[in-house]
């Protein structure tokens, strides 16, 4: 006897739904009702638990859905209000997320957290052990290094014309700041521009060097504390990121003789100490750090990197729980 397959379908004819392409609506007076798109995760569980087979159909995007799937009264089924499902994270809409996944549309970080809810943000960072960090007073206006004002006008003009380089084409500016560094030894900013150069021009031991001498001459830097968390977060060594801060992530109580904070200092911490939330999975302080940054900069690649970031690892977890 040659092998075959049989699949049952029980209740598959009597839908809410009235699907243009469906050929199972003529025998729906045969069958219970039956509800695809309202399982619930405890029976979604169960019937994971014993190996049910379940088909739905996923037509993507509401373009794409709407155009076939309809209620019993000829209304898009979409449209229809959706309880917002929620994972461990608690505040990305998954709903939506898994939409753009399954129409493999780009995924737009800034869009899907525009809809993540920042009183429920603020209140989970209010409950946390560690409470709200403090409002910073912020400028972005220049300001300028005291040890920076001993060097001539020219070199302060050569300085300005490197730093226009150090992402562009970092191994041209490289020379020239080794050079300032050794004649301005006590210029903080000399340091930091060499460490990104180094970084961006792919000189990992000379940069990691820069970072610690940085430290260790200016332990008080925010931008050398800021750097070495961002070289260990890009090795996957997270756990050196609190030492670095002292276990302190208010950047008011870290340095509190500090009244107003330059914008590109603010955007370094949030920033760094967002991916390090991320990768903890300390999701409310991620989004707070996020949002912040969305306040300051919201163009700014960094705040993009750390939505995108806050995104992965929403996806990181569906995939994780579908995969079980």
Do not use: W
Not at 283 to 309: C, I, W
Request: proline share 5%.
């Amino acid at each position: 006897m040659q092998p075959f397959s049989l699949l049952h379908k029980p209740t598959s004819a009597d839908c809410n739904l009235r699907c243009d392409y469906c050929f199972y609506l003529e025998k729906r007076s045969l069958y219970p009702e039956t509800k695809t798109h309202r399982i619930t995760d405890g029976l979604a569980a169960h019937l994971g638990r014993y190996r049910f087979f379940v088909g739905c159909s996923l037509d993507g995007s509401p373009e794409l859905h709407d155009r076939y799937r309809r209620t019993v009264a000829g209304k898009p089924k979409q449209r229809k209000k959706r309880k917002k499902r929620k994972n461990d994270m608690g505040y990305v809409d998954t709903n939506k997320l898994i939409d753009l996944v399954v129409a493999r549309e780009p995924l737009d970080s800034k869009a899907l957290l525009a809809d993540v809810d920042r009183k429920a943000v603020i209140r989970a960072v209010e409950k946390s052990k560690t409470g709200l960090p403090q409002q910073l007073k912020v400028t972005n206006q220049p300001m300028e290094e005291r040890e920076l004002r001993k060097m001539s006008r020219v070199n302060r003009r050569l300085l300005d014309s490197v730093y226009s380089i150090l992402y562009t084409d970092p191994e041209k500016a490289l020379p020239t700041l080794r050079i300032m560094r050794d004649n301005y030894p006590n210029v903080p900013c000399l340091y930091n521009y060499l460490a990104i150069a180094c970084h961006n021009a792919g000189q990992e031991k000379e940069d990691l060097d820069i970072i610690h001498e940085t430290i260790e001459k200016f332990p008080d830097y925010i931008f050398a504390k800021t750097m070495l968390a961002e070289y260990h977060l890009g090795k996957g060594d997270h756990r050196e990121v609190p030492k670095i801060f002292g276990g302190e992530f208010d950047l008011a109580r870290l340095y509190p003789d500090i009244k107003v904070f330059h914008i590109s200092e603010v955007r370094a911490f949030l920033s760094v100490t967002g991916t390090y939330f991320v990768r903890v999975n300390n999701m409310s302080r991620a989004l707070f750090n996020y949002f912040s940054l969305s306040d300051l900069e919201p163009d700014h690649l960094g705040t993009k990197q750390l939505g995108d970031a806050i995104i992965h690892k929403e996806l990181d977890k569906l995939y994780r729980k579908f995969s079980k």
